[in-house]
């Protein structure tokens, strides 16, 4: 579904991708995830058309985003990382300015606005302004809107970001769906959880390259299944084990102050780059 | 097609929304002008055997057509800057004609609201200006030239700030120098000719013939209609300098 090969994009002297290449397969929900700054959401700009790449190419279901980006765009819905709804009209007029400008006919707007207030849980808001609603449904209206010209590819960043922890689990639950209907998902994220929780492959990011990319039981296994965090002198460090009884004799054996938990995300993060997710 | 209308009626809802505060906007300027220079300093003037409000009105028509329509400049900035709509815009499959095309229309709408009020408090304060068909065509112009411009400023800007910057060095001066309270034909003629260049002058003048019931020159309007061309064409291709 998606295939970019040799991204390369800079903002003056800061290179914010550096000769990325991945591949995202269909019907697949995919993590991008790195910090703030590794790069995540230019490439989700660079692919929406949003910003120029410098060199590099990059195809959405076959088609070249620089040689035919109406094209392209038309496969694809976006989330952005910002509130980017016209607070001024109400769910209603943004959902139908949304399909004209994806060319749906008027019945056709008509349906699938219908059909995706639905789907989010909206339809009783129909007729409200946006600057009324609270974050979490400004998010879920961001949803139905990105869907509404049927896209085979939705890209999500940082769908969840400034959500309270009730709020983000419900729209987890929507991306799930979504993406059982087919959707291709390209989600970005610096939340660990969320990665871990949502995707079926995740790649990490940093400094705008390309880390390691896989499953995130691929990810989290080539470390182990369980790790002990030690604080010693005011710094912390974590240790790796194959199974529970290795990391609880590591614990029993050390001088104390072991915690013991299942390895996540982070940790295969940390491991690969030096550098946690959440800095 | 579908995408230009797209991007009309979204301002055009917008502008509908906030309707009664947007006339009552709208009335502010043209009201203090016809009262202060109209009515009350200007009451014993008159320019040639016009009284000095016959002049005036059509000078805040041709004001009104440019200041309103070149506003959606700061419709265009909220939408980027603030709420970030304008990333649904880029990231939808529309040329950049049709966002030029479609936010120029709504710049030109918010005009032709504009100069109705302008007229009207004309009426109400005894001005009988003829407005014919070269009165109407040379609102369009110079509305629909101001609104590409101010597409084009909004994409080329990098924060609201640079946009009111550049609303105090272009748009205020012409609006005073632009041949809205004065005759330019008094002024000496090194000045008469740099002032003479500004698309407002042409405007003015075209504007104010009709409204006298004379036949305008052909000069103004193609003037307007080459600068119109020139600010649509900078427009379109200032779009894709919007993207970083």
Redesign the interface.
């Known amino acids: 579904m998606i295939l970019i090969d040799n991204l390369r994009k800079s903002?003056g002297h800061t290179l914010a991708l550096d000769n990325l290449s991945l591949k995202v397969a269909p019907g697949e929900l995919f993590a991008f995830l790195g910090p703030n700054g590794a790069g995540k959401s230019t490439t989700i700009?660079v692919l929406?058309?949003?910003?120029?790449m410098d060199s590099g190419e990059a195809y959405i279901a076959g088609v070249n985003i620089a040689q035919d980006?109406?094209?392209a765009?038309?496969l694809?819905g976006?989330v952005?990382q910002?509130?980017?709804?016209?607070?001024?009209?109400t769910v209603w007029?943004n959902l139908d300015?949304?399909g004209?400008?994806?060319?749906l006919s008027r019945s056709e707007r008509r349906a699938s606005a219908e059909e995706f207030l639905a789907y989010v849980e909206m339809s009783d808001r129909a007729d409200h302004?946006v600057k009324t609603l609270s974050g979490g449904l400004q998010r879920r209206l961001m949803i139905a809107r990105a869907l509404i010209h049927r896209p085979t590819l939705l890209f999500l960043d940082e769908p969840t970001v400034g959500l309270d922890a009730a709020i983000r689990r419900r729209v987890w639950s929507l991306v799930k769906k979504v993406n059982q209907k087919g959707v291709t998902i390209f989600l970005t994220t610096h939340y660990i959880e969320e990665a871990e929780f949502l995707a079926d492959r995740v790649a990490f990011i940093h400094e705008g390259k390309l880390v390691r990319e896989g499953t995130p039981r691929e990810l989290m296994d080539s470390l182990g299944a369980w790790a002990v965090d030690w604080y010693e002198d005011g710094t912390s460090r974590a240790d790796f084990f194959p199974d529970r009884e290795s990391a609880t004799a590591s614990i029993q054996s050390g001088r104390g102050g072991g915690v013991l938990r299942r390895v996540n995300l982070e940790d295969a993060f940390l491991s690969l780059t030096g550098h946690k997710v959440l800095q | 097609m579908s995408a230009f209308w797209a991007i009309y009626l979204r301002e055009a809802l917008i502008m509908k929304h906030r309707l009664l505060r947007q006339l009552g906007g709208m009335c502010v300027s043209p009201l203090l002008y016809t009262v202060t220079f109209g009515c009350a300093l200007g009451g014993a003037v008159t320019i040639g055997d016009k009284s000095y409000l016959d002049f005036l009105i059509p000078g805040l028509v041709a004001m009104a057509s440019m200041t309103q329509s070149f506003s959606i400049a700061g419709e265009i900035n909220v939408a980027r800057f603030y709420f970030h709509a304008f990333e649904e815009f880029q990231a939808a499959p529309i040329s950049r004609l049709s966002f030029v095309m479609g936010e120029s229309l709504a710049g030109l709408t918010r005009a032709l609201v504009a100069i109705c009020i302008v007229l009207a408090l004309g009426f109400l304060f005894g001005a009988r200006p003829h407005v014919g068909i070269y009165f109407i065509v040379a609102v369009l112009l110079n509305g629909w030239a101001f609104a590409c411009l101010a597409v084009a400023m909004a994409m080329i800007v990098k924060s609201h700030a640079d946009q009111s910057l550049l609303t105090s060095f272009i748009i205020t001066p012409m609006a005073f120098l632009g041949g809205t309270f004065f005759p330019l034909d008094g002024l000496p003629a090194w000045a008469r000719s740099i002032l003479q260049v500004l698309p407002l002058s042409h405007a003015s003048k075209a504007i104010r013939a009709d409204a006298f019931g004379e036949s305008p020159e052909l000069w103004p309007f193609l003037a307007l209609a080459g600068a119109g061309i020139v600010f649509f064409v900078l427009a379109v291709s200032a779009v894709s300098r919007a993207r970083d």
Request: hydrophobic share 35%.
């Open positions: 903002y700009r929406n058309g949003l910003s120029f980006p109406l094209k765009k038309r694809c976006m952005a910002s509130a980017n709804l016209d607070k001024e009209l007029e300015i949304h004209r400008l994806y060319g302004f």
